[in-house]
């Protein structure tokens, strides 16, 4: 008998099947990990659980009796709680609050917070998930929201946990104790569900692992007997290779130069960057790694010129660029695949064709006497989507909103690398996208570098940091606190520098 | 030409004509059901007036024309700030001064012959409402005012500076309001009152100002599909961030986007007085007309220049019936019901039209990534080749 079985469940959008015949189950006291690519249907599954969606066909069991979830607060009742992958919490709200929230014990419609504050320091304590219950939420760190998250089901008395990419915002350390805390949780028989693209992690944590593909079951495996190749293979439904094939870096001249950046937050507020020195040079891929949240966009907007800055000097190929307009930055060779490719990379309302000229449209390739030449924009749009393999209904006239997120990164990648930069910054261009998109990406990044040009790279996973960089920037509360290479560096040792706990002495 | 039918597939062109279309129907209904709530027996004659009114002589027809031809600019006023994101509800105040420094060039300044004043004051109408649109353009580019807030402010300071203006330099007491142009400082009527003149030969008011509204249209059309300027603009309107990474100043843009429509907004109000038909501008402390159905023209063509003409068109058309149906009894303010009723039904067809575009956007955003699934072996086989 399991604790939750999902048998059969078919859900259907219009034109996709989004869940095709699935059945996932969950057996007491396990820890089981779903796998798949952001669209095969793990959140649709996980919402058909809360009730959020009615599924065509299928049904669900709670200890071998068909339930009805018609909502969250069906799902509530049945011992089902979910730490979502972007928290719900109330900023300015202490934790306990937080905790206490939609369970509130009352007497005489007065809250009674004693005998809760109790229960959550007994919880925390029995857990090891130190919290620090009278602080507002806006005031601790990721890691503790997670924590706080986490008291919130125990609080609740649910038996059935549901995780939901938990560990991307987490450092090493911080994954490393989340994975004891479920361990020791479902040790004491509570069941989890663990949703998760990483593998490293699920070797780790989980003990049975289900697969999903465009919607489909593909298996429920054994982790302890299945490899990492082969849970890979299965998620993508070919063989894939789990290492980049990367030569030395040929390094050249220095392309950029960063001196005591520093930008001031607003009033009260501590510094959006201190004091901030690098260098880039030709020929190598440095990677800004850290904590989302340290520092790493106004970074980049600083360098890019999107924001403004307080002091300091940002100089390329030797000319001082600190105060020079964005169209200034990008003529003289600084391209910019932007963090939000919604917010600025596209304008989503317009064509393809139209995007892919977004920062060229003034040249004389693309106007004469104020007038767009169409027929070069088309002809070049097309050039693009063909040496990119760009996918899109109806080519270069494609609306870019009805382009799915692989399809447009891959726009904003062609345009940018097109323009023959001298520099390239690239800020989480690989955000949400499948494994082949992020191959993609990646074999155009190197390529770049080969090619002797200069990469800046912000990322938030530590994983492409590793693989992809010839020099890692730690950023941890807008200072640089550690300037590493790769090949010395241990994913723990960075874990230490992202959460502040240890810093180089000369940066 | 592929280009072209793809652009207007893309745009969803076939679904605006046919949810303006649909807006049109409805609100006639409307229109239909309360001239049979006020008067059961006069309705259906009243209602073939309202249907058949502009066509039924060719005089008539010259009347559409004229009365169009205001609101034709005042629309394309609104319409051309919406394409670059900005609500401009000033049309009104931009419509007015415009108006008035034309009306005040061409009676007052005597000193230039007649055909070269026309000119000076049509160009004074677009630069001084250009001037008044552009205030809104700097608050918001500048100090980050709402432009509605501004404009809804621009408009009754508008009024009232132009009511106190007037008083003070070509009042005619007489007649509450401004003093007649003399003829030959109106726009020429290039033989168009005479084509279409009535069963007496009695012209209509029609003039040169409709070529110019027409002209004006295709211009606009032209700048904003087919130019670099153009390109700029929709790109500040659509996403303000993505014009700011691509190095477009979205202020300049905002300012100019602002003056642009306020230009046209002051062209049509000196196209309006300035046509030969006798009208004045009255001292009183009501906003414009023309103005404010610039928004419904705008909205109704879907802020396409060109369907902004027929959308001026139509509305020009509704209104010569709603003044023949008070040969029925009927107030003809009935014709703003049937202007507002159509107005809320184009914002519904807007709502479903997105919604639809949305459901759409959904499934090809999932068929794609589908799609993209299977195209990864591709890669692999580009990958291994190194």
Redesign the interface.
């Known amino acids: 008998m399991y604790v939750i079985e999902m048998r059969g469940i078919t859900k259907e959008?219009?034109?996709?099947i989004?869940n095709d015949d699935v059945t996932v189950q969950l057996k007491k006291g396990e820890i089981h990990a779903l796998l798949g690519?952001?669209?095969a249907g793990k959140s649709t599954l996980m919402s058909i659980l809360f009730g959020l969606y009615k599924p065509e066909k299928g049904s669900i069991f709670k200890d071998g009796a068909e339930v009805v979830v018609n909502g969250p607060n069906d799902a509530t009742k049945l011992g089902i709680g979910m730490v979502h992958q972007h928290f719900k919490l109330v900023h300015n709200f202490t934790v306990l609050e937080n905790i206490v929230l939609g369970d509130e014990t009352t007497h005489r419609g007065v809250l009674q917070m004693k005998a809760a504050r109790e229960k959550v320091l007994a919880l925390s304590k029995r857990y090891g998930l130190e919290i620090d219950v009278d602080k507002e939420v806006q005031d601790i760190s990721v890691g503790m929201q997670q924590r706080v998250e986490i008291l919130k089901m125990l609080y609740r008395e649910n038996e059935i946990l549901i995780f939901d990419e938990p560990t991307a915002v987490l450092t090493p350390q911080e994954i490393e104790s989340l994975i004891q805390t479920m361990q020791g949780l479902a040790a004491e028989g509570r069941s989890i569900l663990f949703i998760t693209h990483k593998l490293d992690e699920i070797k780790q944590a989980a003990n049975r692992c289900s697969v999903l593909?465009?919607g489909k079951m593909i298996g429920t495996v054994e982790v302890e007997t299945t490899s990492k190749e082969a849970l890979s293979e299965m998620m993508?439904?070919?063989?894939?290779?789990l290492s980049l094939?990367k030569k030395d870096a040929n390094v050249g001249k220095e392309i950029l130069h960063v001196k005591n950046l520093t930008i001031k937050g607003e009033t009260g507020h501590k510094n959006k960057l201190t004091d901030v020195s690098f260098h880039v040079r030709e020929g190598e891929i440095v990677c800004v790694a850290g904590i989302e949240g340290n520092g790493q966009t106004d970074l980049v907007y600083a360098l890019?010129g999107?924001n403004g800055i307080e002091s300091g000097q940002v100089s390329m190929m030797g000319q001082d660029i600190t105060k020079a307009?964005?169209?200034q930055r990008?003529e003289l060779g600084m391209a910019?695949i932007?963090e939000d490719r919604h917010?600025?990379?596209?304008?989503?309302?317009?064509?393809l064709a139209?995007n892919a000229i977004?920062?060229r449209?003034?040249t004389p390739q693309f106007?004469r006497a104020?007038?767009?030449k169409?027929g070069e924009i088309?002809h070049y749009a097309d050039t693009l989507i063909e040496r990119f393999?760009i996918?899109?209904?109806?080519g270069s006239?494609?609306?870019a909103?009805?382009?799915?997120?692989?399809?447009q990164q891959k726009v904003i990648l062609a345009r940018e690398i097109d323009r023959d930069p001298h520099l390239l910054i690239a800020v989480q261009p690989t955000r949400g996208l499948?494994?082949?998109?992020i191959?993609?990406i990646h074999?155009q990044l190197l390529k770049q570098r080969d090619a002797g040009k200069a990469v800046l790279l912000v990322s938030l996973e530590l994983e492409e940091v590793m693989n992809i960089s010839d020099r890692i920037l730690v950023m941890y509360e807008g200072e640089i606190v550690a300037n590493v290479d790769p090949k010395s560096v241990t994913y723990q040792e960075l874990g230490l520098y992202m959460s502040g706990a240890k810093r180089e002495v000369n940066v | 030409m592929k280009t072209i039918i793809n652009k207007v597939k893309g745009s969803g062109a076939g679904l605006s004509i046919l949810s303006s279309g649909i807006a049109v129907l409805a609100g006639l209904l409307i229109g239909l059901i309360i001239l049979l709530i006020t008067d059961h027996t006069q309705a259906f004659p009243a209602f073939q007036t309202i249907i058949t009114v502009g066509f039924s002589s060719i005089r008539n027809f010259g009347e559409l024309l004229y009365s169009a031809t205001p609101i034709i600019l005042t629309g394309l006023s609104v319409g051309f700030a919406m394409k670059t994101g900005l609500f401009n509800i000033g049309a009104s105040g931009q419509f007015t001064f415009g108006a008035y420094v034309a009306v005040l060039i061409g009676v007052r300044a005597e000193f230039i012959p007649p055909s070269i004043r026309l000119i000076v004051s049509v160009l004074a109408a677009i630069l001084v409402g250009a001037l008044w649109g552009a205030i809104p353009g700097f608050l918001k580019a500048f100090r980050n005012v709402h432009e509605v807030i501004s404009c809804i402010m621009t408009n009754w300071i508008g009024i009232f500076l132009v009511n106190f203006m007037i008083l003070n330099t070509i009042f005619d007491e007489t007649r509450n309001s401004t003093m007649r142009v003399p003829g030959d400082a109106n726009m020429p009527g290039w033989g168009l009152g005479e084509l279409f003149q009535g069963a007496n030969a009695r012209p209509s008011s029609v003039n040169s100002g409709i070529v110019v509204a027409i002209a004006v249209a295709i211009i606009i059309f032209i700048i904003l599909g087919y130019t670099k300027f153009g390109y700029e603009l929709k790109a500040c309107g659509f996403n303000q961030n993505a014009a700011k990474y691509a190095g477009i100043s979205e202020k300049r843009n905002v300012v100019l986007s602002m003056m642009i429509s306020g230009g046209l907004a002051g062209l049509g109000g000196g196209l309006h007085f300035l046509s030969g038909a006798g009208i004045t501008m009255n001292v009183t402390d009501t906003l414009s007309y023309e103005g404010f159905t610039g928004i419904s023209v705008a909205l109704l063509g879907m802020n396409n220049p060109i369907g902004i003409i027929f959308a001026g068109l139509l509305i020009a058309y509704l209104q010569q019936g709603g003044f023949q149906v008070q040969h029925f009894g009927f107030v003809p303010e009935i014709i703003e019901i049937v202007t507002a009723v159509i107005i809320y039904f184009c914002a519904f067809a807007l709502l479903i039209k997105s919604f639809f575009s949305r459901v759409g956007r959904k499934r090809a955003d999932v068929v794609a990534e589908v799609e993209q699934v299977k195209e990864l072996p591709k890669i692999e086989e580009e990958g291994s080749d190194k």
Do not use: W
Request: net charge positive; no cysteine; charged share 25%.
């Open positions: 959008f219009p034109g996709i989004a690519e952001n669209g593909r465009k993508v439904g070919r063989k894939v290779s094939d890019t999107l307009k964005i169209r990008g910019h932007p917010k600025h990379g596209l304008v989503l309302d317009y064509t139209y977004l920062q449209y003034y106007q104020g007038f767009l169409q088309t393999d996918r899109a209904g109806q006239e494609t609306i909103r009805s382009m799915s997120g692989g399809n499948d494994v082949g998109a191959e993609f074999s």
